[in-house]
C-alpha cells in the first residue's frame, strides 16, 4: 500500500506541472483561480503591477468561467485612467467586449454593460474635446491674424487722417494764395 501511495505521489510530482498546463482538466483550473486570488490579494495589498501582470496571464490563456471573467473585468478596472490614451480606450473596450461575447451568462458581464457605455461616452467626449482643441487652435490663430489685421488697419487710419490733415492743410495753402492775388 505504501509503495502505490509513494508512487502515486512521484507520478502526480513529475507530471503535475505538465498536468497543470493542460486545459480542461481540474488541475488548470484549479491553477487559474489561484492566480486569480493571487492577483485579488496582490489588488489588496496594493501591488496593482503584479496584480496586474497575473490577471494579463490569466485572460492571455484558455478561459475558465468563473476565473476568466473575472480577470477580464478586474483588469480592464486597473487600466482605466483619466489619462488613457486611445489605444487604452480601444483595449479596454475590447476586453469588456470578449467578457460580455464569451461570458453572457455571468454576474462580472451583467457589471460590464455600464462601464461599457461609459467608456463609449467618455471615447466621445475626448473626441469632442479633440474637435474643440482643433477649432480653438484655428480661432486662435485667425483672432491673432485679425488682431494684426486691425493693428495695421489703424496705422492705414492714421496715415489716412494724417494726409487729410495735410490736404485741410495744402486746401488752406491755396485758398491763401488765391485770396492774395
Known amino acids: ?12 510530482g513529475l ?15 484549479f491553477a487559474q483561480e489561484r492566480k486569480l486570488s493571487s492577483a485579488v490579494r496582490l489588488l489588496e495589498e496594493g501591488n496593482a503591477l503584479a496584480a496586474t501582470k497575473l490577471l494579463t496571464e490569466i485572460t492571455n490563456e484558455k478561459g475558465v468561467p468563473g476565473v476568466t471573467d473575472e480577470a477580464l473585468f478586474r483588469l480592464t ?8 490614451e486611445q489605444n487604452g480606450f480601444s483595449q479596454a473596450h475590447k476586453r469588456l467586449e470578449r467578457l460580455q461575447k464569451e461570458y453572457p451568462s455571468s454576474s462580472w458581464a451583467r457589471t460590464a454593460w455600464p462601464l461599457m457605455e461609459f467608456l463609449e ?3 466621445e467626449v475626448r473626441r469632442q474635446n479633440r ?7 484655428s480661432l486662435t490663430k485667425e483672432n491673432k491674424e485679425l488682431h494684426q489685421n486691425i493693428k495695421e488697419l489703424n496705422q492705414n487710419i492714421k496715415e489716412l ?3 487729410i490733415e495735410r490736404l485741410k492743410n ?4 491755396l485758398e491763401q494764395k ?3 492775388k
Do not use: H, W
Not at 503535475?16 to 481540474?26: E, I, S
Not at 478596472?77 to 488613457?84: F, K, Q, V
Not at 474637435?131 to 487652435?137: D, F, G, I, S, T
Open 15 to 29: 507530471n503535475g506541472c505538465a498536468t497543470m498546463q493542460k486545459p480542461d482538466t481540474p488541475f488548470y483550473s
Open 161 to 163: 487722417n494724417q494726409n
Open 170 to 173: 495744402l486746401d488752406l495753402e
Open 1 to 12: 500500500m505504501k509503495n502505490i501511495i509513494m508512487i502515486s505521489v512521484i507520478a502526480l
Open 131 to 137: 474637435n474643440l482643441k482643433n477649432v480653438n487652435q
Open 178 to 180: 488765391t485770396k492774395q
Open 77 to 84: 478596472l486597473l487600466n482605466i485612467r483619466p489619462d488613457m
Open 121 to 123: 461616452n467618455a471615447e
